[in-house]
C-alpha cells in the first residue's frame, strides 16, 4: 500500500462559528481561532479543516458563498485568516478549506449577472430550465424542503437549487464555470493552505435530459442527481488542472456514494481525490423515510457497514473515519451514553472503536471531550435552515404532530453540533463574552476543556493518547482489518494484521457486563484501555469498556 501524509494525519474540524468568540459579538472567528492553536497543538492533530470562512450573506450559515476569495466579516478579514494560517503552519499544523463549488450565493456577483437577461455572457453559469405545464421543470424536491427549482420573474425561467433557493446550483457542464473555480482554487493553493473538504461534489453533474425522479422523497431528493454522468470526468480535470500541482489533503463530501462509486473518487492511482465521506453508516438510526427520529444506533448493522468499508477499499482506496461533524448529531447521544455514570467511558469507546480502524481519522470540536447533543425547548430555539423547514413541513403536512415531531428534530437537528464550544465553568462556557449566536449547551459547567486538561483520566487525555498510538504504530494506519463475532448485539471486535503484528480492539457498547474470549493474546501488549486494569484476568468486559492489545510475533 502506498504511503502519504494524508493517510497517516488525524484531522480536525472546526466550525468557526462556534469555536472561540474573540471580539465579544456571540459569533467564533479567525482570531479566535489563531488564539486556540496551542490547545489543538496538545491534542496532536495534524489537520484543520475549516468550515466555511467566505463572504456569505448566511442564509446556510456560510454554505452560501458570494465572494470565494474574502472573507466573511463576523469571521474578520483576510490578514486575520493569513495570521491564522502562518500561526498553524509554524505548529505543524495544516489547514484544509471546505469547498462549496455546486453552488454558490444567489448574491454572488455571478448570479446577479446570471439572472439578470437571457442573453447575460454569465446566463450559463447557472441552471435554468422553462416550466413545464405551468409547473416546475422537473418534480425533483430540494433537501431543505420543498421544489428544487424556484420561479425567476425576471426571465420568466426557473433556476435549479438543490439546497435553499438562495443556493443555486453552478452548471459544470459550462467550461468557463470549470475554469473559473479551478483559477480560484489555484489562488488558494498558492496561498499556502493545505487541501480542500469538497462539499457535496457529488452533486455537480446532473442527468442527462433532467428526467423526473421515480420516487419523489418526502423529504429532499438529491439522489437523481449523486454521482452523475460526468462527475468524474470533470474531478479528473480538476485533479489534473490544479490539485496533482500542490502536495495537499482532498475529501469529497459524496452524498449517494456506494463503495463502487467510492473506488472511483479515491482511487490509489490519485487521479481523482484522496479519500470520499459516505453517509451510510450515520443513516443508520434515521426513520423510514427521512433522517428525523430518536431511536439508537443499532450496532450489528453498523459493524456490518463499516465492515464492508474498511474491507472494500483496502488495498484500492481510502477510508475516512468519522461519526460527528457540523450535519450531525453528537455520538456520544447517537451510539453512547449521555449519563454521568457512563458519558466519559461511552465517548471513549467509540473513540477506540473509530481510531484503531483503516483510514483518516476526523475529530469535529467538542467530541475530544465527549460532548453531547443540547437541550431544545421549543422551535425558536433552533437555528438550523434544515431543522426548522422539516419541522414546519411535516407539521403542517399533517404527516406528525407537533408533539411527535418535535423530539425527532430535536434528536437529529445540525443545531446539536453547532452548539459554542465549551472552554471553561464560566458564563458562556468561556466561548464569548457576549450573547452567543447559539444557545450554550446547559451542561457546559461539567463538560469542558478546562476542567477536562486538568485530570488525566479525561476524554480528551484519552483521544491525546490515541493520536499519539497511530503516529507511533504503522499498523493502526495501514494494517488489514477483520470483523470479529459480528452477530454479538453489544461487543465491536476486529483485528488488524500489518508485517507480522496484530491488533486486537474490542469495545463494549452496552451498560452490561460481557464477556469475551482473549485466547492467543495472554503475551499481547496492552495499547489503551478505559478502565484501568487488565481485561485478560477475566475476560469480562465492564459497561462501555474498550481495550487494544498488540500482539507482535515479527
Known amino acids: 500500500m502506498k504511503k502519504a501524509w494524508w493517510k497517516e494525519a488525524i484531522v480536525y474540524q472546526i466550525y468557526p462559528r462556534s469555536f472561540y468568540d474573540s471580539n465579544g459579538d456571540g459569533i467564533g472567528d479567525l482570531n479566535g481561532i489563531t488564539s486556540k492553536l496551542d490547545y489543538l497543538k496538545e491534542l496532536g492533530i495534524d489537520v484543520i479543516w475549516l468550515s466555511p470562512v467566505y463572504k456569505s450573506p448566511n442564509d446556510d450559515n456560510g454554505y452560501d458563498i458570494s465572494d470565494y476569495e474574502d ?50 455572457e454569465k446566463r450559463d453559469y447557472y441552471i435554468w430550465k422553462d416550466g413545464k405545464d405551468g409547473k416546475e421543470p422537473t418534480n425533483w424536491g430540494s433537501a431543505f424542503s420543498g421544489p428544487a427549482w424556484k420561479y425567476d420573474e425576471k426571465t420568466d425561467m426557473y433556476y435549479l437549487h438543490l439546497f435553499s433557493v438562495k443556493q443555486p446550483d453552478l452548471n459544470w457542464e459550462n467550461p468557463k464555470v470549470r475554469k473559473e473555480v479551478f483559477d480560484m482554487m489555484t489562488r488558494w493553493c498558492e496561498k499556502g493552505i493545505d487541501g480542500f473538504r469538497m462539499d457535496v461534489i457529488s452533486l455537480i453533474s446532473k442527468p442527462e435530459g433532467y428526467p423526473d425522479a421515480k420516487v419523489v422523497g418526502l423529504y429532499g431528493d438529491m439522489g ?91 488495498g484500492v482506496a481510502w477510508n475516512s473515519l468519522y461519526f460527528c461533524n457540523h450535519d450531525q448529531p453528537r455520538i456520544v447521544s447517537r451510539l453512547g451514553d449521555e449519563s454521568d455514570e457512563f458519558r466519559e467511558l461511552s465517548a471513549k469507546c467509540i473513540a477506540t472503536c473509530l481510531h484503531m480502524m483503516q483510514g483518516t481519522p476526523y475529530v469535529y470540536q467538542g467530541e475530544e471531550l465527549g460532548m453531547t447533543n443540547t437541550v431544545f425547548n421549543s422551535v425558536d430555539d433552533f437555528r438550523d435552515l434544515e431543522s426548522i423547514n422539516a419541522y414546519r413541513e411535516l407539521v403542517e403536512s399533517g404527516l406528525f404532530t407537533k408533539e411527535d415531531m418535535f423530539p425527532k428534530i430535536a434528536h437529529k437537528s445540525r443545531d446539536n453540533a453547532r452548539t459554542p464550544m465549551q472552554w471553561d465553568a464560566s458564563e458562556n462556557a468561556g466561548f464569548t463574552t457576549g450573547t452567543p449566536w447559539i444557545a450554550i449547551n446547559p451542561n457546559y459547567k461539567k463538560i469542558n476543556v478546562a476542567d477536562q486538561l486538568k485530570r488525566e483520566d479525561s476524554v ?70 478505559n478502565y484501568e486494569r487488565d481485561i485478560r484476568e477475566n475476560s469480562i468486559l465492564k459497561p462501555y469498556e474498550a481495550v487494544v492489545l498488540l500482539l507482535d510475533n515479527a
Open 71 to 120: 472573507i466573511m466579516t463576523e469571521f474578520g478579514n483576510m490578514e486575520d485568516f493569513d495570521k491564522m494560517l502562518s500561526a498553524a503552519h509554524e505548529r505543524g499544523i495544516k489547514i484544509v478549506m471546505d469547498l462549496v463549488v455546486n453552488h454558490t450565493s444567489d448574491e454572488h456577483p455571478w448570479f446577479v449577472e446570471s439572472r439578470s437577461s437571457k442573453d447575460n
Open 224 to 314: 437523481i442527481c449523486a454521482n452523475g454522468p460526468k462527475v468524474h470526468d470533470y474531478l479528473k480535470e480538476m485533479n489534473e488542472k490544479v490539485l496533482s500541482k500542490f502536495d495537499i489533503m482532498t475529501v469529497g463530501e459524496t452524498a449517494g456514494v456506494t463503495l463502487e462509486e467510492a473506488k472511483k473518487y479515491a482511487n490509489s492511482e490519485g487521479n481523482e481525490l484522496n479519500m470520499v465521506f459516505q453517509f451510510e453508516h450515520t443513516d443508520l438510526d434515521s426513520g423510514e423515510k427521512f433522517k428525523w427520529s430518536t431511536k439508537p444506533m443499532p450496532l450489528v448493522p453498523l459493524k456490518e457497514n463499516l465492515s464492508k468499508w474498511q474491507k472494500g477499499l483496502d
Open 460 to 529: 480528551f487525555h484519552y483521544y491525546k493518547k490515541l493520536i499519539r498510538l497511530r503516529k507511533e504504530n504503522e499498523i493502526i494506519v495501514y494494517g488489514k482489518y477483520e470483523l470479529l463475532i459480528p452477530e454479538d448485539d453489544n461487543i465491536f471486535a476486529y483485528t488488524r494484521s500489518l508485517d507480522g503484528k496484530k491488533l486486537l480492539t474490542v469495545c463494549n457498547f452496552s451498560k452490561t457486563e460481557q464477556k469475551f474470549d482473549f485466547s492467543g493474546y495472554e503475551k499481547a501488549k496492552v495499547l489503551i484501555s
